[in-house]
């Protein structure tokens, strides 16, 4: 059964930095493309990021775009969310999802697994 762990969420002022973790068990990482996504307080859930299968092509969102960096360790079935220059606005629940994908995406109906969400939380 493919599950995924998400870990790395907290809180942390307007600047700092945060690294999450989504961790695959059930299925080798190789097979799947990772999306992330996130879902503030009275929000949709909004994608934030992608990578592919390969690595090869990535997505970020405009609102996301410089500060975040996606990236995987297949070894590890592990793919890594690096936000930096971290905003009040960035708060929200973020969730990693993985789905059959020949490129990125960041359609929910496209991801068949979720995991349950890390909380970040950027105050002062």
């Known amino acids: 059964q493919l599950q995924l762990v998400e870990s790395g969420g907290g809180w942390v002022q307007p600047g700092g930095s945060l690294k999450l973790s989504c961790t695959v068990s059930?299925?080798?990482?190789?097979?799947?493309?990772i999306g992330w996504f996130r879902q503030a307080p009275g929000e949709e859930r909004e994608g934030v990021s992608c990578?592919?299968?390969?690595?090869?092509?990535?997505y970020y969102a405009d609102s996301v775009k410089g500060r975040f960096t996606i990236s995987r360790d297949n070894a590890k079935n592990t793919v890594y969310l690096q936000m930096n220059n971290l905003r009040p606005e960035d708060t929200a629940v973020y969730y990693c999802a993985a789905g059959n994908l020949a490129v990125c995406s960041t359609w929910e109906p496209d991801f068949g697994a979720w995991g349950q969400g890390t909380q970040v939380t950027v105050s002062s």
């Open positions: 059930g299925l080798t990482l190789d097979y799947v493309a």
């Open positions: 990578i592919s299968k390969d690595a090869r092509r990535t």
